[in-house]
T-cell receptor
Framework: DQQVKQNSPSLSVQEGRISILNCDYT??????FLWYKKYPAEGPTFLIS?????DKNEDGRFTVFLNKSAKHLSLHIVPSQPGDSAVYFC?????????????FGKGTKLSVIP | NAGVMQNPRHLVRRRGQEARLRCSPM?????VYWYRQLPEEGLKFMVY????????ESGMPKERFSAEFPKEGPSILRIQQVVRGDSAAYFC???????????????FGPGTRLTVT
């Protein structure tokens, strides 16, 4: 049972345009969401997060939007740069006991074309 | 400040052998987490350890897998009698002690890619 879903295995975007990566979750207990970026042969690197009390969090070129009623979040990268080409993982956790357990999606491979 | 270190980066084992994966957390971190990524899958939580204590091993397979984080030295993930299905990337993450177990402060290592032949 996949509790965090990233339905697009891959995405190609032109340099300078917006990249939108989507993520859906099924567990209503999740209240903290994170995006990680992963290059080949490296571990995931934390990118940006959002708490369920917010619907938007912005950090430079990266913005995460959360729609709790739809159990959906998205990561916007604008403008996209070739160095953004990587696999992006959506992850979620629930507060309380076990809050350290991250539940990951399968990832979306983003290719930014120069 | 060195990041989370894992070794070996690549490990090849024949079926039935033992695999030992090591993780050295970031300096000052005393909480370690192990995750496994099977091919075409996301990372899945396995175990959370503090020095000399297993806090949560709910994600560990019941047999053949064990983990430790001794007072001195790295954390070890041990897989006995490996099978082909154990082939995966194993990632270790660490977090600082002041926040306890926290999803927001986990820093990941580069992973160990285990191949069972």
């Amino acid at each position: 049972d996949q509790q965090v879903k990233q339905n697009s295995p891959s995405l190609s975007v032109q340099e300078g345009r917006i990249s939108i990566l989507n993520c859906d979750y099924t567990n209503s207990m999740f209240d903290y969401f994170l995006w990680y970026k992963k290059y080949p042969a490296e571990g995931p690197t934390f990118l940006i997060s959002i708490s369920s009390i917010k619907d938007k969090n912005e950090d430079g070129r990266f913005t995460v939007f959360l729609n709790k009623s739809a159990k959906h979040l998205s990561l916007h990268i604008v403008p996209s740069q070739p160095g953004d080409s990587a696999v992006y993982f959506c992850a979620a956790s629930a507060s309380g006991a076990g809050s350290y357990q991250l539940t990951f999606g399968k990832g979306t491979k983003l290719s930014v074309i120069p | 400040n060195a990041g989370v270190m894992q070794n070996p980066r690549h490990l090849v084992r024949r079926r039935g052998q033992e695999a030992r994966l090591r993780c050295s957390p970031m300096k000052g971190h005393s909480h370690v987490y192990w995750y496994r990524q099977l091919p075409e899958e996301g990372l899945k939580f396995m175990v959370y350890l503090q020095k000399e204590n297993i806090i949560d091993e709910s994600g560990m397979p019941k047999e053949r897998f064990s983990a430790e984080f001794p007072k001195e030295g790295p954390s070890i993930l041990r897989i006995q009698q490996v099978v082909r299905g154990d082939s995966a990337a194993y990632f270790c993450a660490s977090s600082p002690p002041s926040l306890g177990g926290s999803s927001s402060e986990q820093y990941f290592g580069p992973g160990t890619r285990l191949t069972v032949t």
